[in-house]
């Protein structure tokens, strides 16, 4: 069977019972596709709320947080189907998911308990959706996530696997039916249950398209696509109609919110064209993501939080060589990548987004050199085609800041980004000032 087109909708997309209806006329139209739907909005961070309570050993307030969170998804089953037959089946639905994490929450707890909980989000919108369709007379088919969707050992997509076993079950079923699938959960490589991170719902639609060389990617939200600073804290951001997959991909890595940060990898490695649509306005042409778009000097702005900064400072010349290559083993062998570098002729500051091995690395690289670290750092990522600035470097974005005190700054790696290292407590005045000075109205 041909798919033409994903259509991937997060949490807010399904939020309430009125939101989870108002897919209905979006999915049921006559192209192939296939419906990727994320937890309704709130209930990932209540279920990982609970999977704490239950690693502190407080299993009372943990069964006590499951209760409430079914009370509230019975309320979405009374509000979201008209029959009593459907509000039964609905609710028996509900039951035996909750049910289920009861009994999880009475016995010992460990990872893999956990991900169990932490993936029911997906796997009760999912079925919610897939019973409204079949109680309105549409053909709809639900193909089950951890079925098909993969993770190696190093976490990264199982390409092979996925689109072998994604393969197997479409052939199960018919070109007619709407086919529902849950995002962010996956198996990984020992078959547990396992998730593809916070966000993940867009890496899944990405991975689906991608293997399925579909048309269009359209991951819905709940705004009119990308813009061009975080909306969330700076007034007045404006859509960008067009940006190329390099532009998207650094802004998703570097904390744009809207897009889950590797999912415009397999997008950008099969050329499938990336859309970002409104649920609230459908007429609303997005934002479109391709291999070519717009020159425009400066484009877009985004921040990542949670970033420390290890700075080593060398014994002897750093730049002898095979000194770097020393500094580098020591992240390999803790796994953990590295996001920003800038060096002088003694010294080197490192940016990691992953501090669960900041002591031990910095232990090992202190045989190198004198080692400081400082946590709770923000890197501001501007997107633009720097080229076309006549000096050939970016003289606004550094007017503009004028006021903020900057640790790090790394240009030239890339044609089209700049980023920046600022303490977090300067993040929202650094991005509005950005956008007062890169984006004047
Ligand atoms: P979903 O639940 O649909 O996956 P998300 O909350 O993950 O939605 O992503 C959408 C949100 O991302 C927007 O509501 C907005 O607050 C935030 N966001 C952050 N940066 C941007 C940006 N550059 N453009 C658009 N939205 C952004
Ligand atoms: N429900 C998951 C989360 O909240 C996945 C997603 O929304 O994409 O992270
Ligand atoms: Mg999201």
Redesign the pocket.
């Known amino acids: 069977m041909k798919i033409t087109k994903i259509m ?6 399904v ?1 309430s019972p009125e939101r989870i209806k108002s897919l209905v006329p979006l999915i049921t139209g006559s192209e192939s596709k296939i419906v990727v739907l ?1 937890a309704m ?1 709130g209930t990932t961070n209540s279920l990982i709320e609970i999977t704490k309570l239950l690693y502190g050993g407080d299993k009372k307030t943990a069964s006590d947080r499951i209760e409430a969170l079914r009370a509230v998804y019975h309320k979405v089953v009374d509000e979201l189907y008209e029959t009593d037959e459907y509000k039964k089946t609905g609710r028996e639905m509900i039951d035996s998911h909750f049910n289920s994490m009861i009994n999880i929450a009475s016995r010992p707890f460990a990872r893999l308990q956990e991900r169990a909980i932490v993936g029911e989000g997906e796997l009760i919108s999912t079925a919610l959706l897939h019973k409204l369709l079949l109680e309105k007379g549409f053909r709809a088919k639900l193909i089950p996530a951890m079925n098909f969707m993969r993770i190696d050992k190093d976490g990264e997509p199982d390409y092979y696997y996925i689109e072998e076993n994604l393969r197997r079950e479409l052939r199960k079923h018919d070109s007619k039916s709407v086919l529902i699938t849950q995002g962010f959960i996956c198996r990984n490589v020992k078959g547990e249950i396992d998730n593809l991170k916070r ?1 993940g ?2 890496f899944t639609a990405s991975l689906i398209g991608s293997v399925l060389k579909v048309e269009e990617i359209q ?5 009119n ?8 804290y700076v007034e007045n ?1 404006e ?1 960008i109609r067009e940006l190329s997959f390099d532009e998207a991909a650094e ?1 998703a890595y570097f ?6 940060p590797s999912s415009i990898t397999p997008a950008r490695d099969n050329n499938i064209p990336v859309r ?1 649509k409104n649920t609230l306005h459908p007429e609303d042409e997005g934002t479109l993501i391709t291999s070519s778009s717009e020159l425009i000097d400066y484009k ?3 921040a990542k939080d949670g970033i420390s900064v290890i700075r080593i400072r060398s014994y002897r010349m750093l730049m002898a060589y095979g000194f770097l290559r020393k500094v580098f083993e020591i992240f390999v062998a803790y796994k953990t990548p590295i996001d920003m570098i800038t060096t002088s002729e003694v010294s080197i500051s490192i940016t990691i987004d992953n501090p669960q091995y900041l002591r031990e690395i910095a232990t090992d690289l202190s045989e190198l050199g004198k080692v400081e670290t400082e946590e709770d750092q923000t890197i501001i990522c501007i997107v633009g085609d720097f080229r076309m600035k006549k000096t050939g470097s970016a003289p606004e974005i550094f007017e503009a800041l004028n006021t903020i005190p900057l640790k790090m700054i790394s240009y030239g790696g890339s044609d089209i980004s700049l980023s920046l290292l600022t303490d977090t407590s300067h993040k929202k005045e650094a991005l509005r000032l950005l956008s007062k000075h890169l984006f004047p109205h």
């Not at 991937?8 to 997309?13: D, P, Q, V, Y």
């Not at 696509?225 to 969330?232: A, K, L, T």
């Open positions: 991937k909708f997060g949490g807010t997309s939020g994320s909005s966000g719902s867009d991951i819905w939200t709940d705004i696509g990308f813009h061009n600073n975080d909306p969330r951001t859509v802004l904390g744009a919110k809207i897009l889950h970002l877009a702005v985004a």
